[in-house]
Each structure stands twice: as structure tokens, then as C-alpha cells.
């Protein structure tokens, strides 16, 4: 029997829509001894696996309509809240890539030394917390154009998590703003974040009962710009 693996490039279907996308771009799920729907968002647990896209909302269906049962072709319990505990999942994902670049010493934080990173030209992405005034990232943006000029637009911005989940994830206190420099674990955090935004874009587009499927990465401007990886910016 042929083992799956994540590195033979091959496409993955999605069992509710049949749209065909690399596996980084899907999510995998596994059939747990009890039968139960396990959700491997790292795509390594053993035995087979089926595919569903990277949305909020597709999950949600494939757990309604029995979806799991007809890929595994066995019984296969999927709970209702499945698709809050895939949201849950990807969030803790990305949360502990912060950390990890929080180590790794990419990250810093607080108004002032972001703006200092800024003038260094050491940024690669910012950093808002969601609950932060709107008048302090517009402050970083006006900066980040006045040093980079239309280059500012290749810096990722990120405003998906809270300042209480910053806070945990960087062990300081009153996370409002902070900057990722140049680095893999930068570019694990954003690859991580963006999975996170996208899927939350299926979330909206479920929540407002549109007729035309799943939210792109581009439209899902509520929770964030588009993420780029951390490329480190010329000049």
C-alpha cells in the first residue's frame, strides 16, 4: 500500500466542493480508532486522510452533511462544533509560531521600537492587536510609507489576534503593536497567520449566508491585509 506523503506535490480534492488545491493550501483530517474526525492541521498523523478547503464554512458542511462518512468510506463522528475547533487549532498554531519567533529574537515589541525597527528598515511585518487604536497602526503605516515608500506595501501587516493573546504568546504585558525583522520563524509565523485569516474568511462568508462559496485571502479584509512571507525589504 502506497504511504501518504505531503512532499509528493500532488493535489488534494475537497470532499464538499471537489476544488483541487496544494495540501498547504487544504486542510487534512483523519479517522481516529473511535471513529471520531480528528483535524491534522500539520499533516502528519498516520493513515489516510481527507481534504477539505482552507474555510470556516466548508468545514462546517462537510461536518452537516455527513461528508467525512462518504471520504473515509466507514462511520466517521464528526462533531457540530467541529469547524470552532479547527478555528481554535490553526490560532494556537500560529500563537506558538510567534513565540517560537520571539526566541529566535525577530520580534519586538512596544510603539517605540517598532518605530525604531522602522527607521532601521529591519521590518518585515507589523503587528496590531485587534483591539488597539485604529490611530496607532494608521501612525505605523505613515511611517512605513515614509521609509519604504510604494515598498511598504510589500510588509505584511497582521491584526488578527487581541492584545491578551499577544501578551501570552510574548510573555510581556500590554501588546498593542510589535514587528517581525527578517527570518525563518518570521516566516513560519506569517505562513501560520495567514492560514489563520483565510480559513476566518470562510467563517465571514458562512456567517452572511453568501451564495458564492468561500472567501479569498484577498476579501477577508476584516481580519488583516493579505500576509506576505517575510522577504526581507530592498534598500
Not at 487534512?28 to 499533516?43: E, K, M, Q, S, Y
Amino acid at each position: 500500500m502506497r504511504k501518504w506523503s505531503d512532499a509528493d506535490g500532488s493535489e488534494r480534492t475537497c470532499i464538499v466542493t471537489g476544488a483541487k488545491s496544494a495540501p498547504e493550501a487544504m486542510l487534512r483530517f483523519a479517522l481516529g480508532p473511535d471513529g471520531a474526525v480528528v483535524p491534522d492541521i500539520r499533516r502528519k498523523l498516520p493513515g489516510r486522510g481527507v481534504w477539505t478547503e482552507l474555510s470556516f464554512g466548508t468545514v462546517s458542511r462537510a461536518a452537516a452533511k455527513q461528508a467525512f462518512s462518504r471520504a473515509f468510506r466507514a462511520k466517521a463522528e464528526a462533531p457540530a462544533a467541529l469547524a470552532e475547533t479547527v478555528g481554535s487549532l490553526l490560532e494556537r498554531d500560529a500563537l506558538q509560531a510567534l513565540s517560537i519567533a520571539n526566541k529566535a529574537g525577530v520580534v519586538v515589541a512596544g510603539a517605540f521600537k517598532v518605530d525604531s525597527a522602522i527607521e532601521a528598515n529591519e521590518v518585515v511585518a507589523l503587528i496590531q492587536a485587534s483591539d488597539g487604536a485604529a490611530d496607532g497602526a494608521a501612525k505605523r503605516a505613515r511611517a512605513l510609507s515614509a521609509k519604504l515608500g510604494p515598498e511598504a506595501n510589500a510588509i505584511a501587516r497582521v491584526d488578527i489576534f487581541s492584545s491578551r493573546q499577544l501578551d501570552l504568546a510574548l510573555g510581556r504585558a500590554n501588546v498593542i503593536h510589535a514587528a517581525l525583522k527578517h527570518g525563518a520563524a518570521s516566516s513560519a509565523f506569517l505562513a501560520r497567520a495567514d492560514r489563520l485569516r483565510r480559513y476566518r474568511g470562510g467563517e465571514a462568508d458562512a456567517a452572511i449566508g453568501t451564495e458564492r462559496g468561500v472567501a479569498t485571502a484577498d476579501e477577508a479584509g476584516t481580519f488583516g491585509a493579505p500576509i506576505k512571507l517575510a522577504e526581507k525589504p530592498g534598500g
